[in-house]
């Protein structure tokens, strides 16, 4: 569904990603596991066409879709929810929902999507017309998985979505994301530096150290990786 | 919601086509000022969309405003005389003149904010002073448009009544552009640029939109300015003049349209106030010297302002937007 090969990113003179690849299968939940700064949404934003690519090839749904505007990368069904939530926090969380529909018009396929965000996260129908940034963390979170929901996209990239989130709450947004994997079979991307709940949730993962990947396998074999307990999961 | 805004406009504008009779009785001192406060509040709701709304930093309003005055006088007095008496009379001429100023500022306005505003971060505000400053310095030269004598010889068509009611079309279209579904693309381009990108929203698109409307305007007021003065100079539309526009928008609150109208008139009698205050021969030297200088005061009032209320003194949008799936 979405394939990156040999991709190399550059933030001027410094070099971010140095030749990575990886490969994300239909109707699964593929992990990207690192520390801070390894350049884990340096990938996500080079794939939503933010960032530009400076060499290598990202293949979604099978086409090319190397340095695209974002919004035709949008338009083709890749959505993103952002790192540190990013929520327009001036607008409602309804207008917040909306803007992730920007690029639909179907009335319908638009209502019907809302009320399963709503069931998923009955928070945010209570808040419905509450500015975001008067949400609570884990709210806004839900809000931004929710808004790249809405664009009814193929393939969803989270971006840490543990970050900053109260433990409780980080455990029902990780239940939702396995949730939304399974009843829309929906494919998705999960970066995230906490490796232990990642890892769990995910079928597959990459382990990435500064700009390049040194692992992969399927996530339950990560789990009981060496190397992986001794680096990311505390032992 | 969108029809009684409309009806609103009509009866606005209605009932300034009725005041404008009695706008001959005013003296003219207060007339000017009158008409000011009109053009200030083209400029700075049509600014506010860009500073405001949009959450970017243009520096060279006044720029655009040259543009749609020397376009606007060069049409009226071109086409203004030899078609008075034929079909169209002058104001029909005026009026197109006006219109033809503004799209002459739009123009100007594309050519400036596609390749500034591609990028992000402050670019804008330096390149908008820059061509504020080029544009300045050609009109300076043009020996057709009178170079540094400045142009002059147009008639006086700018009334009560036109500066009103493009006044009133200006903030009607703002708030109509900022409510509707579209308009939100505005707000999440100032709110998270990035997250707007991430939600497929061409905010390159909506920064362009927003700053070549924003011209658009500035050359109306521009061109109503020319009409109203019938005399214009390239040092009236310098950067001070810019930064006069800027300080409208920040104190009546980024993004608050009525705020915005609010501070805008304040600000256009307030050099008044001063100058009359810098006549008290009573008050200290140094008191009468900072009210002549408008720009210390600005500068003092700017630093007050955003360290007691950053968000303006009326606040950031406060109006109510239709947040309904319609
Ligand atoms: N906009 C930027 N400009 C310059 N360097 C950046 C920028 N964003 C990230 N970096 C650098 O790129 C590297 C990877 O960052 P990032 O992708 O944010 O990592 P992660 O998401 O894994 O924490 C870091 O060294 C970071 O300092
Ligand atoms: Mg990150």
Redesign the interface.
């Known amino acids: 569904m979405l394939e990156i090969k040999d991709l190399v990113v550059n933030y001027g003179s410094i070099g971010a990603l140095h030749g990575i690849s990886l490969k994300v299968e239909k109707g699964s939940i593929v992990t990207l596991v690192g520390a801070n700064g390894a350049g884990k949404t340096t990938t996500l ?1 080079t794939i ?3 960032v530009p690519a400076k060499s290598g090839t990202i293949t979604f749904a099978g086409e090319e879709i190397t340095n695209l ?3 035709r ?3 083709r069904g890749l ?4 790192e540190g939530r ?7 969380v ?2 917040n929902l ?3 529909a ?2 639909r018009n179907d ?1 319908e396929g ?2 019907k999507d ?1 009320t399963y965000i709503f069931a998923i996260f009955p928070r945010l129908k209570e808040r419905e ?1 509450q500015t975001a940034g008067t949400l609570s963390g884990g709210e806004q979170q839900m809000l931004a998985i929710g ?2 929901l809405m ?1 009814k996209p193929q393939c969803l990239m989270l971006d840490e979505p543990s970050l900053g989130i109260a433990p409780l709450l980080v455990k029902t947004i990780f239940e939702k994301i396995v949730e939304i994997n399974r009843e829309l079979g929906l494919t998705i991307l999960l970066v995230e530096q906490n490796a232990n709940l990642a890892l769990e949730v995910s079928h597959y993962g990459y382990v990435l150290e500064t700009g390049r990947i040194i692992l992969e396998d399927k996530s339950a074999a990560l789990r009981e990786n060496e190397e992986v307990r001794a680096a990311y999961l505390g032992g | 919601m969108f029809e009684r805004s409309k009806i609103l406009l009509v009866a606005t504008l209605l009932t300034f086509a009725g005041l404008s009779h009695f706008a001959g009785g005013i003296s003219p001192y207060y007339f000017d000022i009158l008409i000011g406060i009109g053009i200030n509040i083209i400029l700075a709701v049509g600014l506010n969309l860009v500073n405001g709304y949009t959450g970017q930093f243009s520096l060279g309003h006044a720029g655009f405003m040259a543009v749609g005055a020397y376009a606007s006088s060069w049409l009226t007095l071109k086409y203004g005389y030899s078609m008075g008496s034929g079909t169209l009379n002058t104001t029909t001429v005026f009026v197109l003149a006006l219109l033809g100023g503004g799209l002459g500022a739009a123009l100007a306005g594309l050519i400036v904010g596609v390749p500034s505003l591609r990028l992000k971060g402050d670019y804008l505000a330096i390149v908008t002073l820059g061509v504020n400053e080029i544009s300045k310095g050609v009109l300076q030269k043009a020996e057709p448009l009178g170079a540094q004598r400045g142009l002059g010889g147009m008639e006086q068509h700018t009334n009560f009544f036109w500066t009103f009611a493009f006044a009133a079309i200006t903030i009607y279209v703002v708030l109509n552009l900022v409510g509707s579904t579209y308009g939100r693309g505005f707000l999440a381009v100032r709110d998270d640029e990035i997250a707007a990108e991430a939600m497929g929203i061409n905010t390159t698109k909506y920064k362009v939109l927003a700053f070549v409307l924003a011209a658009f305007f500035a050359g109306i007021a521009g061109g109503l300015y020319a009409h109203f003065k019938q005399f214009i100079h390239p040092e009236g539309f310098n950067f001070l003049r810019s930064v006069d526009i800027v300080v409208m928008v920040i104190l009546g609150g980024m993004g608050n349209t009525a705020g915005v109208v609010v501070a805008a008139t304040l600000l256009t009698i307030l050099p008044e106030f001063l100058r009359a205050v810098s006549r008290y021969e009573w008050l200290p030297e140094w008191l009468r010297h900072v009210a002549e200088n408008r720009m210390i005061l600005y500068s003092l009032l700017l630093i007050v302002l955003m360290l007691t209320r950053p968000q303006g003194l009326f606040g950031n949008f406060t109006g109510k937007r239709n947040s309904k799936l319609q």
């Open positions: 934003r939503s066409g933010i505007p974002p919004h990368i949008v338009g959505a993103q929810s952002p990013m929520v327009f926090s001036n607008l409602t309804m207008e909306l803007m992730g920007y690029l009335k638009i209502a809302l017309l808004r790249a664009s």
